[in-house]
């Protein structure tokens, strides 16, 4: 079991190696990031103050946390897939710089304690919910050049990373989509009642929490896979499993969204249906990790797999 996961340190370890100077930007700020929402998360339990509301520092800890670790994993899985070197800088640059601005106008006006969205009550407010609203469609386009790459330049990588890849860029992309949705439905109603844009354009915030995150559970998952001594078409199945999970959920979720029903208010049937793709995706992930620490793989010349890009082809 060590050497499985000394082998996966060294994987993990030869993609920071053999990253770019942008990648290197992007792990370091993903980790500022997501450092800044857990030093929020600390603050609010030692404090007491509240979790809800527009106002709550809540905010600034979930977005912190969120693009750091959505940051991070989508600088990790676009090392699999191959780019135009300068294309890969401009992407990865702007998808550093948009998810910073987020994180940074949210957390400002936490502090500042006065709604990040959905306000224009003041000339700097407005300019700031605009400045928000660019950083979410530099987003939103970033996201889908990435996806884009994910269906043409993956070809090195075995058929279960593909799929893996291309499913967590399509879910990524359609939580992007989610968010504008958020936007679109709140702004016209923030001109006339603040509080209700906010209760009601958040009605997707559960939607978009879960499909936020598939492009780090279902490439990980198949990259855990990797360090197996099954074949290909074992991985393939356990993989098929997850995203067969990962989608019972979301799609659960999104429909529960829709109508307005909190995850943890759902009625009966939904809930069980959320509960059996929990489970598939936890059972996928467990045979995973099974594989990977007691039926692991040694390469041709006897060594386990130290890069990113060995460990997948």
Not at 37 to 66: C, D, E, I, N, Q
Request: charged residues 10%.
């Amino acid at each position: 079991m060590n050497t499985a996961i000394r082998a996966m340190g060294r994987s993990l370890g030869r993609s920071w190696a053999e990253g770019t100077r942008m990648e290197h930007i992007a792990f370091v700020v993903g980790g500022v990031l997501f450092a800044s929402g857990l030093a929020h998360v600390v603050y609010l339990l030692a404090t007491g103050a509240s979790w809800v509301g527009p106002v709550s520092l809540r905010k600034a800890a979930t977005f912190g946390l969120s693009f750091g670790l959505t940051l991070a994993t989508v600088t990790w899985a676009t090392h699999f897939v191959r780019q135009n070197p300068v294309m890969r800088r401009v992407l990865l640059g702007g998808f550093t710089l948009a998810c910073v601005l987020e994180t940074f106008l949210v957390s400002l006006q936490a502090w500042r304690g006065v709604p990040s969205h959905f306000n224009f009550q003041t000339p700097f407010d407005a300019a700031v919910a605009g400045m928000l609203a660019f950083g979410g469609l530099l987003i939103v386009v970033l996201v889908l050049a990435f996806t884009l790459s994910a269906f043409r330049g993956v070809g090195q990588n075995s058929p279960s990373m593909r799929l893996a890849l291309r499913y967590g860029f399509v879910v990524l992309a359609a939580a992007m989509g989610i968010g504008a949705a958020m936007i679109a439905v709140g702004v016209p109603l923030s001109r006339a009642d603040p509080q209700a844009a906010f209760d009601t354009g958040g009605f997707l915030k559960p939607a978009h929490a879960v499909t936020m995150h598939a492009i780090l559970v279902l490439p990980g998952l198949a990259w855990l896979l990797t360090f197996t001594s099954w074949a290909e078409s074992v991985r393939m199945r356990i993989v098929r499993l997850g995203i067969a999970g990962y989608t019972l959920v979301g799609a659960v979720v999104i429909v529960e969204s829709i109508a307005r029903v909190s995850p943890l208010d759902a009625p009966l049937v939904p809930t069980l249906l959320s509960l059996a793709g929990l489970l598939a995706l936890v059972a996928a992930g467990l045979v995973a990790c099974y594989g990977a620490l007691y039926r692991r793989t040694v390469d041709r010349g006897g060594q386990f797999p130290t890069s990113v890009h060995e460990s997948v082809t």
